[in-house]
């Protein structure tokens, strides 16, 4: 029998979504050695380890997996994919939890979430991040209008040095469209 067709605790069949089928078979092979762990400069702030997290999803326990903030801590440096001795992708496993949080609109990962999308759609208008056009993206999303208040001092001192330009808004040329438009068809044939 498939692990990752059953499996959530012990005597709990439970059936596995597709996305997360795809992860597993990313990390099948894992021997759990604890390198990725021993890799990872992230792994002081996250609730369970890299190496416990392969488990988890080896065993299907999609739950526990996105109770967690593991994942979401993943800053993409490769360190546990370069010295992986078995050669798996799991930086690129990483990516794809953090991609199905997104996609389940998963409350817990929200901010991440929207931080992103609004950073994409400013890069996507002009072929660049326009920081105050990203940030405004970004408040606007978080329907919290306390929160550009928190980031005001930061904001004022970027703008001091010269970090932060105040540009007019503008729809922006657009000439990115067409390749963030192929990229999203790629990706919707992948799920």
Known sequence: ?????????????????KPMT????????????GTCTGSCPNEFAMDITPRRLWRMVLMGQEDKIFKSKTFS????CYCCTLRCP????????????????????????????????????SVRRHGRVREMEFMTLYFTDMKNPALPFRFA????RLMGKGKVAIQ????????????????KELESGLR
């Open 153 to 156: 001092g930061l904001g004022m």
């Open 86 to 121: 078995r050669g798996l992708p799991l930086t690129q496993a990483m990516a794809a939890l953090k991609q199905v949080a997104a996609d389940r609109k998963l409350s817990k990962y929200r901010q991440s979430t929207l931080f992103y999308t609004s950073f994409m759609k």
């Open 22 to 33: 795809e992860i597993g078979k990313m990390v099948q092979t894992c021997i759990q050695c």
């Open 73 to 76: 801590l993943c800053s993409s």
């Open 1 to 17: 029998m498939d692990p990752m067709a059953t499996a959530n605790a012990p005597g709990t069949p439970r059936p596995v979504s």
């Open 168 to 183: 007019l808004p503008s729809k922006g040329s657009g000439k990115l469209a067409a390749i963030f438009d192929k990229v």
